[in-house]
């Protein structure tokens, strides 16, 4: 770990003036992806701004009728919110099937988004990672990538995105509340927040230099069964090889998202409208790009066969 | 002592405390976190200086140069140890690959360079400055290339690497029913919880070194034979081991540096690895090809069974002699065995919990449970069938106890084993198919020659001292029991200290000999000072009989406690000398693994939903810590079976996944309701306390029986592990 | 013997058609960021309180939670068993809450009440959770221990405050203190010994008394 300058903000305009004075900066909430990083070098900040104490932990209700989850809420919070639990279940499954209960009580809603892959070539820092040191070559491409990518992908990078809460948000199409150094707020949608690698994989998301996430705003509840399934090898505390989170309202079209199988938390609306064909037709659209590797194909007949059955549960249970 | 011939009755079968449940004696310090591990021995000590240990970035070539000028002049530095500053290290014989790199690396992450700062972020911090320059060699990195240049080498662990008894081509080729698979393991890591540490301190010509260490004797030999210096100035201090499963039977680089360090400083130095260093640095259960053939009569009748080994070492060296159980284990008169080796350019491969057995297990009882589905009978019927009392490789050499077929009716009894599901793939519960699994464990019980040193203080109280360890085998438990049982006190008044190599030899703890041999030990010391006291009271010390802190005979009685006071400390130490029963009978303990598993019907996900165990160990010195060894590796045995897969990468040459993130090790979600019976027994031809090895037998079989397990839950055979879904999710019923 | 006998699903180790070439002579210096500047360690003083004491500290700003109590505060007890909030050995409770000390900087913690393994008992004087865990042989070698009784308290707590888990049937419901919901809720604490039946034996036993 380099050394740093450590910064405690006392308010969300004092940090983002901390920040926008130095170079080499970071913000750190719970650090539990950070410090990790930090250790190996992979993260070697030079000013850590440590935004505890700014007011960034509530979760109130907003003129839409949806919900604005301050960054600083942590997984546990957030999981356990009356609200939540009952008119956005997804979120909770999927905050509770991510990490652990000591990690989820220190991770945040911020951080949780800006966490970085698992891929191991990413984190260490003897092989070639294009993510890691731009133009150093990939080393999952011919290597072991059984749990990497297989839509969204480039010769550059295969890496996943490891969270879970982010799957649900972007089924959710909630909105990350950025603001910048000038006090400006945004809304990015959660559709446009995380990139795909293309020829630049070391950039993640759309955050701008200085930009801070101060929120999470979601849409008002969307009726119908929330499903929140994540398979991995080990039964807890492990990463995801795949997970789908869905919405299946009792009429109209479900949507779905998933984890696993790109850079960013993954959503095809288009093929969303090819649900009304049935799920063949769904999984077909939605896996049409796939480029798989040898140890990864099985994640489009899991896709495949998690869906279809998501779909006929959901039959059932309306039946 | 000389054990030469079967134990008779002795003051341990009294069993007022031998064999008794009992609560870990060092239980109130581990779970007050007041138990001290190695790196935590500079408790007290002043000036402590940190270590880091650099790792090479290649697996194979040499150093060009390696510039230490950057990371020298860093915050906090006070040297920094490379092969250039060390000068010539010797190479203990139990360590395959050189504990210090260069100029020549011959792994990943071998330790190449140690960083010596006030502090232990200076001293990682100034780690990463370090520069260094490679010649990249052509290595060899995969198994499945190198099949084709596999060697047999002389031995492998527990015999010679090729066997051959009567005619097996033969006999396999005229069997009325036969069976030739292919199968193969994983690499694993032992993933203990603490990682290897070593604090060292050095007083003029002396060295200290507290490490985390399973065999006291071994470090203190290799330690001098690595450094160049007399046994006599090493003292080794390990009396807490946070897990080793064989990882820390050899001296690795953290106490080589740490004692260079400190003599190179003057200051005392602690040094430990980091989790991502330890899986490419630590020796690794290597993975293994296996083919077995087994050809029986119509009736099902083996009379022929062969079992061939295929895997990798560094050099070479050690073979995972997964042969080893088909050896003994089942009758026939036609067989043969033969490992090979290939020269793999790998971290070195070494023993991990059941070494050759643990894997050898996992294949030979799939192999078995395959051949009874041909032949239409039970998995069960077909193993009792085949049993034997005698070596199967040697009829002439009966098992000192063998009573695998009541493991195995017993187990089927208490499982509910008549109603599993007979066709695989029938039972469904929701989304999860349902089915059972059987194996047989099999694990040769060694010994060890072992020493102790019992005191009588003035004060009454009775002190054990010996080298042996503690590595959460319950060492502190049973040798305290053993103590107290024989002197006749209550284990409250009974202090036992471990790890030290003031104290005498014993056999440490390995090979799932730990138990048996250490407690002999002790038995064999408590002898002697049970004459020594009967001799000062004026007592016959074989008729005298030590109850009630006592020692008494028809007409006499004196407090322990009185003896000590006026004849002041009395102590004895002896060792137990092995003689050759275990030449003339075969000691091993069995046992039987019973599983039910769902397999999600979507997914493929297996998830574990019952585990049992029955095992035939001989005496059971303590069933609680017994229980809890054999759950314990029913559970690194499920590890094994369903996650754990040390991954090559080989275009780099090392294991990709080395963290505990990408090594998964099972979780408490992963692990349901376990079941341990034990046959209630003694073997007298194995020990003088009558007990067996029964640390590394709940490992042998239990990966098959999941394997099993899942194939008569789906029907689908996975002959590769571990038995991960997407092995599985291809030939899984289809969804809608 | 034939390659093609062997177990066709071996993880990428079958990939046969490989080259086999391995350039020779390149030199590797590996692929970290360069390093822009020889930054110097920074120093802070930490005020915190850690079993009921006050502590006062000054601390490089790298030094996180687990390492200021184990080298600068004399509590050893708290373990390093992967330093990447892989194992949960490190388990802390911060504020009533259980965290990864290895995952947090001492510096983030001013004003934080800390409670660590030596401040739940001592040997003389057990916790429950500690007693029950001695009970029913909650662990073997013991390195892993003191996490898992931090957060065996904690479990108890997060049920008690209605916290719901991935195995929790339906998340609007009470919780039950099933072996289930233990399980899942202590998956963050690895125990290679595996004494895990034992563990949540003497977590029941502690929750139940506790109801």
């Not at chain 2, 520069?131 to 995969?142: D, E, L």
């Not at chain 3, 007890?77 to 990447?84: N, P």
Request: with cysteine; hydrophobic share 40%.
């Amino acid at each position: 770990m380099r050394p740093f300058n450590y910064h405690r903000a006392s308010s969300v305009k004092d940090a983002l003036a901390i920040a926008g004075a130095k170079s080499n900066v970071k913000f750190i909430a719970g650090g539990t992806n950070l410090l990790d990083l930090m250790k190996l070098e992979i993260e070697t900040p030079m000013h850590l701004v440590d935004i505890a104490d700014t007011d960034l932990d509530e979760i109130t209700t907003t003129s839409a009728g949806g919900l604005r989850i301050g960054a600083l809420v942590s997984n546990t919070d957030l999981a356990a919110n009356k609200t939540i639990r009952q008119h956005y279940q997804v979120l909770s499954r999927a905050l509770l099937a991510g990490a652990s209960g000591q990690l989820r009580n220190k991770a945040t809603t911020g951080g949780n988004l800006l966490q970085r892959t698992r891929c191991p070539y990413f984190y260490d820092t003897n092989q070639a990672c294009n993510k890691r040191v731009p133009g150093s070559g990939c080393s999952a491409l011919e290597g072991f990538n059984r749990n990497h990518a297989i839509l969204g992908t480039s010769d550059r990078c295969i890496a996943t995105h490891p969270s879970d809460m982010a799957v649900a948000m972007r089924v959710l199409d909630a909105q990350v509340e950025v603001k910048a150094a000038n006090g400006d707020t945004r809304m990015i949608a959660m559709e446009n927040f995380h990139t795909l690698p293309g020829d630049t994989p070391h950039i993640e998301n759309t955050l701008k230099a200085g930009e801070m996430i101060t929120a999470v705003a979601l849409p008002p509840p969307i009726d119908g069964v929330h499903v929140y399934q994540k398979i991995r090898d080990r039964a807890s505390y492990a990463f995801a090889l795949v997970s789908v989170a869905a919405i299946i309202p009792k009429s109209g079209t479900a949507q779905f998202a998933f984890g696993g199988l790109a850079h960013k938390p993954w959503r095809d609306k288009t093929a969303e409208k090819e649900l009304l064909k049935g799920s063949k037709a769904f999984t077909d659209a939605l896996l049409k790009t796939a480029s798989t590797t040898e140890h990864n194909k099985f994640k489009v007949t899991l896709v495949e066969r998690t869906v279809a059955a998501i779909l006929a549960q959901a039959e059932e249970a309306k039946a | 002592m000389k054990f030469d011939k079967p134990a008779e009755t002795n003051p341990i079968d009294n069993e007022k405390v031998v064999s008794q449940p009992t609560p870990r004696i060092e239980g109130p310090l581990k779970v007050t976190g007041t138990a001290t591990y190695a790196y935590e021995q500079d408790k007290g000590l002043k000036n402590v200086a940190y270590g880091y240990i650099v790792g090479s970035a290649i697996a194979k070539g040499t150093i060009e140069n390696i510039d230490i000028s950057k990371a020298q002049r860093a915050p906090g530095v006070l040297n920094i140890l490379t092969y250039k500053t060390i000068g010539s290290l010797g190479k203990a014989g139990r360590n395959n690959a050189h504990l210090l790199a260069g100029p020549n690396i011959e792994h990943y992450h071998q330790a190449m360079a140690l960083v010596v700062a006030e502090t232990f972020e200076q001293a990682r911090s100034a780690a990463n400055l370090i520069h260094v320059k490679y010649k990249r060699s052509h290595g060899q990195y995969s198994l499945v290339k190198n099949i084709d240049s596999s060697v047999r080498p002389e031995r492998i662990t527990g015999g010679p690497a090729y066997t051959s008894v009567g005619d097996f081509d033969g006999a396999f080729s005229n069997a009325d029913v036969t069976l030739d698979q292919t199968y193969g393991t994983s690499g694993h890591a032992h993933a203990m919880m603490e990682p290897p540490a070593s604090v060292a301190i050095w007083e003029d010509n002396k060295l200290t070194i507290y490490t985390s260490h399973q065999m006291i004797n071994w470090a203190l030999k290799d330690i001098a034979t690595t450094l160049n210096m007399p046994i006599e100035n090493i003292r080794v201090n390990s009396p807490f081991i946070g897990g080793g499963f064989g990882g820390k039977l050899f001296v690795r680089a953290d106490a080589m540096f740490a004692a260079l360090a400190a003599r190179a400083t003057k200051r005392p130095v602690k040094v430990t690895m980091t989790r991502p260093f330890m899986f490419n640095n630590m020796p690794h259960r290597a993975a293994t090809i296996q083919r077995v053939r087994i050809g029986t009569d119509k009736a099902g009748k083996i009379t022929a069974i062969g079992h061939e080994n295929w895997s990798g070492d560094i050099n070479a060296k050690k073979s995972e002699a997964g042969v080893r159980p088909t050896r003994m284990l089942y009758a026939g008169a036609n067989r043969m065995t033969e490992a090979r080796i290939a020269n793999l350019n790998l971290a070195e491969a070494n023993a991990m919990r059941a070494p050759g057995e643990a894997p050898g297990s996992m294949v030979l009882e799939v192999a078995m449970d395959e051949m009874a589905e041909t032949l239409g009978m039970d998995p069960i019927d077909f193993r009792i069938l085949n049993d034997t009392q005698v070596v199967g490789e040697n009829p002439d050499k009966p098992f000192s106890q063998r009573r695998l077929k009541e493991c195995l009716q017993r187990g089927a009894r208490e499982f509910g084993w008549r109603d599993r599901p007979k066709t695989p793939g029938e039972t469904r519960e929701g989304d999860w198919l349902i089915g059972m699994g059987v194996a047989a464990a099999f694990r040769n019980a060694p010994v060890q020659n072992s020493a102790a040193r019992v005191k009588l203080t003035r004060g009454g109280a009775v002190i054990v001292e010996t080298d042996m360890t503690d590595i959460g085998t319950g060492s502190y438990t049973i040798i305290g029991q053993t103590a107290a049982e024989m002197l006749g006190v209550p284990l409250s008044q009974v202090t036992v200290r471990l790890g030290d190599s003031d104290s005498p030899v014993s056999a440490g703890s390995g090979g799932q000999w730990g138990a048996a041999s250490s407690t002999s030990g002790v038995y064999a010391a408590c002898l002697k000072l049970r004459e020594k006291i009967a001799e000062v009271a004026g007592l016959d010390p074989k008729t005298a009989d030590f109850v009630d802190a006592s020692i008494s005979d028809a007409s006499n009685s004196y407090p322990l406690r009185d003896i000590a006071k006026e004849h002041g400390e009395l102590t004895a130490e002896d060792t137990v000398e092995f003689g050759d029963l275990q030449k003339q009978f075969q000691v091993s303990s069995f046992g039987s693994h019973f599983i039910e598993v769902g397999v999600h019907v979507v997914t493929g996900e297996v998830r574990l939903r019952r585990m049992l165990a029955v095992a035939e160990a001989g005496r059971i010195l303590n069933p609680t810590s017994a229980r809890n060894q054999m759950i314990g590796a029913m559970t690194m045995g499920a590890g094994a079976a369903l996650m754990e897969d040390l991954v090559v990468d080989e275009k780099v040459g090392f294991f990709v996944n080395h963290d505990l993130a990408g090594y998964e090790v099972p979780v408490h979600a992963d692990i349901p309701q376990q079941q341990v019976i034990f046959l209630e027994d003694e073997d007298p031809k194995s020990s003088p306390v009558k007990a067996k090895g029964v640390g590394e037998l709940g490992i042998c079989g239990v990966g098959a029986a999941i394997a099993n397990a899942v194939y008569n839950a789906t029907g689908v055979r996975v002959r590769q592990y571990p038995i991960t879904l997407d092995k599985l999710i291809h030939q899984l019923p289809d969804v809608v | 013997m034939a390659k093609d006998n062997l177990p066709i699903s071996r993880r990428g180790l079958l990939k046969l058609s490989t080259t086999g070439v391995v350039t020779t002579a390149i030199p590797v210096t590996g692929f970290a960021e360069p390093s822009e500047t020889d930054s110097k360690p920074t120093e802070q003083v930490v005020k915190l309180t850690v079993n009921g004491d006050k502590k006062r500290l000054k601390l490089d700003t790298r030094t996180t939670l687990l390492d200021m109590l184990r080298e600068h505060a004399d509590l050893k007890g708290t373990k390093k068993g992967c330093d990447h909030g892989q194992c949960g050995a490190c388990t802390v409770l911060v504020n009533g809450v259980r965290i990864n000390s290895c995952l947090s900087l001492a510096v983030m913690h001013q004003g934080d009440d800390i409670q660590t393994i030596e401040g739940l008992g001592q040997p003389d004087n057990l916790h429950p959770m500690q007693e029950a865990f001695v009970k029913h042989d909650g662990f073997q070698c013991g390195y892993c221990t003191p996490g898992q009784i931090c957060s065996a308290v904690a479990v108890i707590d997060e049920i008690e405050k209605g916290i719901p888990s991935h195995v929790t049937g339906d998340l609007t419901a009470d919780i039950a203190l099933s072996r289930e919901e233990i399980r899942e809720r202590m998956s963050g604490n690895i125990c290679r010994c595996a004494a895990y039946p034992n563990i949540v034996d003497a977590i029941q036993e502690v929750g139940e008394g506790n109801a």
